[in-house]
């Protein structure tokens, strides 16, 4: 197993709440069963698909919801719909009674779960979630991962975790992420015949690939530009807010977008720098974040969006504000000294701190006030060998970091 890289990052969260325009857009849903449940948000050409307590309904504009659900409210309980999978006119629905299958555009569904076994001690075939990788179906259920050749007319077992988070396409691999003990990642190279454990310490609620970069959502944020044999910590604990579960990760417009305890935060795609972008839907829990028709749509117990340009011009903000100040050393990696070299836009009081892998200052290189420009500052390294972070703060402010390695 190689060694997993741990950096603990140092979290700037600017918060900007009260300037959040969040609108909610299900006010004119009916509840269902005295209270609205939504599960799951998708979009497929222009339209919009929300699974829901008894199925799935769509909408064009976000605000007006029909109802596609003919042949998935048949049980006598609640058929609970998780997530819909949309090609066209033909939909698959992952429920609490297994998978359903549309050919009409959701207008009428039916069951197509023939091989899929009910676990143990389980009432219903209980289906979480479903794609399609290389024209080959997935779903994850109560009895384990299945796939199917024959557009879900049947089903063969691949994998038996019983406890998946989420697939995603990464480089021509299906990544698995788990909250099972025996493997919290794992991915298949072979269209679901053998399955290849991939060395992750914790339990992954949400696997994105973005960028070239595969980003795990688990306690904190998790980035590997390896297909998963190395990883980098940026948020393992976001200030403020202790160690939680990440329960979404986005890429919108080149920006990374997470969620936790409700709460919406964006980063450029290096992870270091977070804004907090609102709590939209008070206790809601945040399930999902989508683009659509230049908004974001956030989807919890409700679904709420906001302007991109209002949250983009606020990142643009903070970028201009800090994008005459880099950050860099030469030679990398080095032994015994190295040269950094820091541009400021205007004078400043700047610090070059040093960080090891856990997240812990060892070494301060400096610390004055310095005129706009650039300036060259020698570092006689006094450190054992490993991997270190050279961070730059700016008026007290942390502005740019960089990865250096001793040896």
């Avoid at 200030?239 to 990374?256: F, K, P, S, T, Y």
């Amino acid at each position: 197993m190689k060694k997993l890289t741990l950096i603990l990052a140092l979290v700037g969260l600017t918060t900007f709440f009260a300037h959040a325009q969040w609108v909610k857009l299900t006010d004119n849903v009916l509840p269902i069963h005295g209270g609205t449940l939504f599960n799951n948000l998708q979009e497929y050409d222009g339209t919009l698909y929300l699974s829901h307590l008894k199925g799935v309904r769509k909408s064009t504009d976000g605000s007006h919801w029909t109802e596609i659900s003919n042949g998935l409210s048949t049980l006598d309980v609640s058929n609970n719909v998780y997530e819909v999978l949309v090609e066209g006119d033909v939909l698959y629905a992952a429920t609490l009674d297994g998978i359903y299958k549309s050919t009409d555009g959701g207008n009428n569904w039916t069951k197509k779960s023939n091989g899929i076994t009910v676990g143990s001690g389980h009432v219903h075939i209980v289906a979480r979630f479903i794609l399609k990788h290389n024209d080959i179906l997935f779903t994850a259920t109560s009895s384990g991962i299945y796939y199917s050749t024959d557009e879900a007319a049947t089903w063969i077992l691949s994998n038996s975790d019983q406890q998946v988070r989420d697939f995603e396409e990464h480089n021509g691999a299906l990544f698995v992420g788990s909250t099972a003990h025996s493997a919290y990642l794992y991915k298949t190279t072979d269209n679901g015949l053998t399955w290849e454990t991939v060395d992750f310490p914790y339990a992954v609620q949400d696997i994105l690939s973005f960028n070239g970069k595969l980003i795990l959502g688990s306690l904190g944020l998790y980035l590997s530009d390896d297909n998963g044999l190395t990883w980098d910590a940026r948020t393992t604990c976001f200030q403020g807010n202790g160690c939680v579960a990440m329960r979404e990760v986005v890429g919108i417009n080149d920006r990374l977008y997470v969620t936790f305890s409700g709460t919406i935060l964006t980063s450029d795609e290096e992870a270091w720098e977070w804004e907090d972008i609102g709590k939209p839907y008070g206790l809601d829990g945040a399930e999902n974040i989508l683009p659509f028709n230049n908004k974001i749509l956030a989807q919890g117990g409700n679904v709420w969006e906001r302007n991109i340009e209002e949250i983009l011009s606020v990142n643009e903000l903070n970028a201009n504000n800090q994008s005459a100040s880099s950050l860099s050393n030469y030679p990398n990696p080095f032994q015994s000294s190295t040269t950094i070299s820091i541009t400021l836009a205007q004078a400043a009081n700047v610090s070059i701190d040093v960080y090891n892998i856990f997240g812990q200052k060892v070494e301060q290189v400096t610390q004055q006030k310095l005129n706009a420009g650039t300036h060259n500052i020698e570092w006689h390294n006094t450190l054992s060998a490993g991997t270190y972070f050279l961070t730059l703060l700016v008026d007290g402010k942390r502005v740019n970091t960089t990865k250096c390695v001793i040896q």
